[in-house]
């Protein structure tokens, strides 16, 4: 069963910046498309960024040009660099996995069969 746990999260102020990782067991990130998602209250589950196995990325229009999805094929590590940090970007973030290695939609992320526990970001005015 494939294994996911996410890190990093946290508190900070708007304009700040936030690392996240996911850490991968029993999974070839080489392999898999991976993404990152996020559920905030009241909210439907928002899809943030993908990388297939191509490296090829994808980002949601709320994030495009703040966050930065990056993996790392021999750690088996999955990044999300997250700056110019909103308020409304408070939310649990996910790290998600897909077999299809070029599953490229955003849209898509959080329907990926295989999730972490998540963590938490918050962002503060």
């Known amino acids: 069963q494939v294994q996911l746990a996410e890190s990093g999260g946290g508190s900070v102020q708007a304009g700040g910046s936030l690392r996240l990782s996911c850490a991968g067991s029993?999974?070839?990130?080489?392999?898999?498309?991976m993404g990152w998602f996020r559920q905030a209250p009241g909210k439907e589950d928002e899809g943030v960024a993908v990388?297939?196995?191509?490296?090829?990325?994808g980002y949601a229009d709320s994030v495009k040009g703040r966050f930065t999805i990056s993996k790392d094929n021999v750690e088996n590590t999955l990044h999300l660099q997250m700056n110019s940090l909103k308020p409304e970007d408070t939310a649990m973030y996910y790290c998600?996995?897909?077999?299809?290695?070029?599953?490229?939609?955003?849209?898509?992320?959080?329907?990926?069969?295989?999730r972490g526990q998540g963590t938490q970001v918050t962002v503060s005015s």
């Open positions: 998600a996995a897909h077999p299809y290695g070029l599953y490229g939609v955003v849209r898509g992320v959080s329907l990926f069969p295989f």
């Open positions: 990388i297939d196995s191509a490296g090829t990325t």
């Open positions: 029993r999974v070839a990130f080489s392999n898999y498309s």
